[in-house]
């Protein structure tokens, strides 16, 4: 696994106030910036080609890019979505060049604080495509829900369709092998031309694991393991008070 593709284009609306101050990635969590920590990590595990999809103040990210020491450890583009106004979807077909470029990928939200052992979860799975599941899902509408059914993911969004026997929370960081980073791309494209281009790029990522046979898609199970995605200005205050200290104390 050589490279990974995160989405930071978005305006994250439902922070408020907190929006103005610049895209989530740069948030500054324990003196570093999100997408200082993603760079940081990801090093650590062997990815070496970053592609960033910005958008909402992309100045900004590349300003941050350029202040850090990567010092020729990795290599980082960015794509530019000037539609970042719309859904994630978009997003993700902005970087339909980086999907094709060939081998397993990494795609990672932008927005979340967690420990190196997440992605040293997908690093190291027999499965080629992988979704990381935490059990310990909030209850409500907000949390991105997989399903498992038969030990084999069967649904994926905020409100779940298809039977299952239990359901967790998506972590947000998925790998894909070439054909499924292909197919990713192709539901993006198939869903903004349908008029759908407020949907979350897990629209697409769903039409992908609903139009494949069951052992395509994989599951690692990440419970106790901590992490947050920021969506809310409560989540700082939760990711500096807790995620925080429970990280690995090299991560932190």
């Not at 907190?18 to 969590?29: D, M, S, W």
């Not at 409500?140 to 298809?162: I, N, Q, S």
């Not at 192709?186 to 407020?198: F, H, N, Q, Y």
């Amino acid at each position: 696994m050589t490279r990974a593709l995160i989405l930071a284009a978005g305006v994250g609306r439902r922070m408020g106030p907190r929006a103005e101050t610049g895209p989530k990635i740069l948030l500054r969590i324990g003196g570093q910036s999100l997408l200082e920590r993603h760079l940081r990590l990801l090093i650590l595990v062997g990815v070496t080609e970053v592609v960033l999809g910005v958008g909402f103040e992309a100045q900004r990210v590349e300003a941050e890019l350029a202040r850090l020491p990567l010092k020729g450890a990795m290599w980082v583009t960015t794509v530019h979505n000037a539609d970042y106004r719309r859904g994630s979807v978009v997003t993700i077909w902005s970087l339909r060049d980086a999907l094709a470029a060939g081998g397993d990928v990494f795609v990672m939200d932008g927005d979340v604080l967690y420990d190196r052992r997440l992605l040293k979860r997908l690093v190291e799975t027999r499965h080629r495509n992988c979704f990381l599941l935490d059990r310990d899902v909030e209850p409500g509408e907000e949390p991105m829900k997989l399903a498992m059914k038969d030990g084999h993911p069967v649904d994926f969004r905020k409100t779940l369709e298809r039977p299952h026997d239990f359901y967790g929370e998506s972590v947000g960081f998925f790998r894909l092998d070439e054909k499924a980073a292909r197919d990713l791309a192709t539901a993006a494209k198939a869903l903004i031309d349908r008029g759908r281009s407020d949907d979350y790029f897990e629209e697409a990522l769903r039409d992908v694991l609903l139009a494949s046979p069951p052992e395509r898609f994989g599951v690692e199970d990440v419970t106790g393991l901590p992490w947050i995605e920021i969506d809310f200005p409560g989540d700082i205050e939760r990711a500096e008070r807790e995620i925080l200290p429970a990280l690995l104390p090299e991560d932190r």
